[in-house]
């Protein structure tokens, strides 16, 4: 069993930046990529960013690409969502998941269907 436990949401201006962190609370964690996802109010899901189980491959929404970058610690069981200049429409709840990596050589960090569990989610929201 796995438990996401996201933190670091809150109120910015736009602009400003913002770190979110999400812990990993099971076994092996060096052995599930890790993924963001955020909705915003009246919108679907979608993916933001993504890092493989050893932090060797990231992937990015174009929407985030040069302002986001995510990290991961495998010592510490965490991953975070550095968010820099953020804008009015990154305002939305966002989302930590774990998709088991195993003996898959594949990765598709942006179909949700892949993850296998997913945190509660922390609100950030910008304002103009």
């Known amino acids: 069993q796995v438990q996401l436990v996201e933190s670091g949401g809150e109120l910015v201006q736009a602009g400003g930046s913002l770190r979110l962190s999400c812990a990993f609370f099971?076994?092996?964690?060096?052995?599930?990529?890790m993924g963001w996802f955020r909705q915003a109010p009246g919108k679907e899901r979608e993916f933001v960013a993504a890092i493989t189980w050893n932090g060797g491959n990231t992937d990015y929404a174009d929407s985030v690409k040069g302002r986001f970058s995510i990290s991961r610690d495998n010592v510490k069981s965490t991953v975070s969502l550095q968010m820099n200049s953020l804008k009015f429409e990154d305002t939305a709840v966002y989302y930590c998941?774990?998709?088991?990596?195993?003996?898959?050589?594949?990765?598709?960090?942006?179909?949700?269907?892949?993850?296998?569990?997913w945190g509660q989610g922390t609100q950030v929201t910008v304002s103009s």
């Open positions: 099971g076994r092996t964690y060096n052995m599930w990529h």
């Open positions: 998941a774990a998709d088991w990596a195993g003996d898959d050589t594949s990765w598709y960090p942006h179909n949700e269907m892949k993850y296998d569990y």
